[in-house]
């Protein structure tokens, strides 16, 4: 069974008041996520993740195409009594308590009395909020609305989960709660689908990833097949000569030149290194370095959006995808600062 | 379950409204008013009872519209604008629920903000009526604290549940609070003066087509006007059981169709 089946899912915004122009936000999406674990749908900014979210909770309604949520059409109201949300960057009800809201939630889930209030009480202890649960929302910090958010979204004990950008403004010790989190609720058999742009937490969390590129899904599979063709060897050498750079150049994943004469090159996961510095020697050049690259979810990221480490222009991803108008805009390695918030993907 | 979701939200509006400070604003400056009509009332001898009714009942009258008003047109808008909607509505909980509970939980703030006032109003006749000289009470055209008041304040109740729901279909169909504002305080102020719209031919002397359109207009929106019978039972003249049936039933009539209409509308809105 698949909790999730997305079926040519198109979504087009107009734009322009006098002669709207549709834009295209989602386009042709078409994917299944298997039941358990824990399903990242990452890409850049205004790549489509939130919008493709927002159709399968019928907030967005799409131009072409359908969804199906735990076997049910998406919005339907079986469905979302099964389901969990947590959207972007959330935001309740000021006059209310923490346990207010979650009660006020768990009661549009029919849930009464005792067993209403026991439900809200133990969702915020499982998020951290028991002793904060009286105050005033309005009092809360960002990472405690997030908290909130995400005991709201398990408050119905769901079947699915689905949680936008849910390390978005949270400090290095509440993106780690939230993870341990994720993974405690895929560890009970529930299946999480949660969009992002740190690919650090996808790499951690997922056991399957869809990519994202302008709307369409430029790359989806496992963590290890994602990252099958990344990888390789970086070879530097200098007194290289250029007639070695051409005869090589099919061999090679990429050449960058450095200076006169001085080349790093970067091997593919397949190519052994040996022959090819054996080749370098006899054609005259020095080596200066041999280093291993691992295989990593940002490189195939990069490759899937047609894009190399270095932010240039690649070749297309495994399904063909364009290159995007920036695709390294928002994306967050690891290297990079974790607290970012992505804009939304509307136009 | 469908009646439980609805109420479940009509208790969190009302929840939301009884902790509003502008609530309180309004309504202390209302029976403040209603306080000062007794000062008022003093300057005129023998007609302190007649304007303290009447500026009673206009006080509640007018609280209740600017409440109404003001919350009213911020009733969804401002879950959109505060983007809890989202959360919301990704519960087990269809659209049109969600406006039954809304405008249901609004009604019940105004219903229970003009009891207050006129049970504040009641006492205070109360009051001047067992503090009175007999030679005053037969001055009177009605007694002091007329149950008839409570006449007045039902209808009061629901032109202003029948403005919620006008204010609750702009609320669903515009993004922009102040839209909203304008288009609600638009309409009340045409349905006023609706009666004399349907007589404009008769009153103005205009071309046939513009006094057929403003009549049609007359026609069309609520009839607000229809619902004051403040002067009657501050004079004690009668009104009708059955004009208060069918001006009851207009009003409760139409304000469901205008909040089916704010289904209809809020159905088909997408949120980005």
């Known amino acids: ?75 339907d109201v079986e469905a979302r009594q099964r389901l969990g949300f947590l959207p972007e960057n959330p935001t309740f009800y000021d006059h209310l308590t923490a346990e207010e809201l979650l009660e006020y939630f768990a009661g549009l889930f029919g849930y009464r009395g005792e067993d209403r209030r026991a439900r809200a009480s133990a969702a915020l202890d499982r998020v951290g909020l028991g002793a904060d649960r009286r105050r005033p929302l309005r009092q809360y910090s960002k990472g405690m609305v997030q908290r909130v958010g995400l005991a709201q979204a398990i408050v119905n004990d769901p079947a699915l989960v689905i949680l936008d950008e849910p390390m978005s403004g949270l400090d290095p010790i509440g993106r780690r709660d939230v993870r341990e989190m994720i993974l405690a609720l895929r560890d009970e058999g529930r299946t999480v689908l949660f969009s992002s742009h740190i690919l650090s937490d996808a790499e951690q969390l997922c056991s399957r990833v869809g990519i ?8 989806e599979g496992t963590i290890g097949e994602l990252t099958r063709h990344t990888g390789g060897t970086d070879v530097t050498a200098s007194n290289v000569p250029s007639a070695f750079v051409d005869r090589v150049a099919a061999r090679v994943r990429k ?45 195939a990221f990069m490759h899937a959006l047609g894009t190399d480490r270095d932010g240039r222009a690649d070749s297309p991803g495994p399904e063909g995808a364009g290159l995007p108008d920036d695709p390294r805009a928002g994306l967050q390695g690891e290297r990079q600062d974790p607290d970012g918030a992505s804009r939304s993907d509307r136009p | 379950m469908t009646a439980r979701r609805i109420a479940l939200v009509a208790w969190h509006v009302f929840k939301e409204h009884v902790r509003d400070r502008v609530l309180y604003a309004i309504a202390g400056f209302a029976l403040l008013l209603v306080a000062a009509s007794i000062l008022l009332g003093q300057l005129t001898a023998g007609e302190d009872v007649k304007i303290i009714k009447d500026l009673g009942l206009a006080v509640i009258e007018g609280a209740g519209l600017l409440m109404t ?73 009605a007694v002091a604290a007329d149950p008839r008041l409570l006449l007045a304040a039902l209808m009061i109740a629901i032109e202003l ?29 045409t349905g006023v003066f609706s009666l004399d719209l349907r007589r404009f031919g008769d009153i103005v002397e205009a071309p046939s087509l513009v006094s057929h359109v403003v009549a049609a207009i007359g026609w069309i929106v609520p009839a607000f006007s229809a619902f004051d019978i403040k002067a009657q039972v ?17 009003g409760v009539v139409y304000a469901a169709a205008v909040v089916v209409a704010a289904i209809v509308v809020f159905s088909r809105r997408e949120f980005t």
Request: charged share 15%; net charge positive; hydrophobic share 50%.
């Open chain 1, 1 to 75: 069974m698949f909790p999730v089946r997305v079926f040519g899912l198109t979504k087009d915004f107009p734009q322009g008041f006098w002669r709207p122009r549709p834009h295209r936000a989602v386009d042709g999406l078409s994917f299944d996520i298997p039941e358990g674990g824990v399903f990242g749908l990452l890409g850049p900014n205004g790549a489509g993740k939130s919008t493709t979210l927002k159709l399968l909770l019928d907030l967005l309604r799409p131009t072409t195409g359908h969804a199906e949520i735990l076997g049910r059409p998406a919005g």
């Open chain 1, 212 to 219: 994202l590129a302008k709307g369409r899904l430029v790359a």
């Open chain 1, 255 to 299: 050449t960058s030149r450095i200076a006169d004469g001085r080349y790093r090159f970067e091997l593919p996961a397949g190519e052994r290194p040996e022959p090819f510095i054996a080749d370098l020697a006899a054609a005259g050049a020095v080596l200066v370095s041999v280093a291993p690259v691992g295989a990593s979810l940002e490189e």
């Open chain 2, 69 to 141: 008003i003001f919350l009213g047109v911020g009733l969804v808008s401002r879950e959109i604008d505060r983007r809890s909607i989202i959360s919301l509505l990704a519960k087990p909980l269809p659209r049109w629920q969600f406006i039954v509970g809304k405008y249901l939980g609004l009604v019940l703030t105004i219903v229970v903000n003009v009891a207050a006032m006129t049970a504040a109003l009641l006492v205070m006749l109360k009051y001047l009526d067992w503090r009175a000289l007999p030679v005053e009470r037969a001055a009177w055209d």
């Open chain 2, 161 to 189: 549940a029948l403005l919620t729901a006008v204010a609750l279909f702009f609320s669903a169909f515009s993004s922009s609070a102040l839209l909203s504002l304008a288009f609600t305080i638009g309409i009340y102020v």
């Open chain 2, 234 to 250: 501050v004079h004690g003249l009668p009104v009708p059981a059955s004009y208060l049936l069918l001006t009851s039933c207009y």
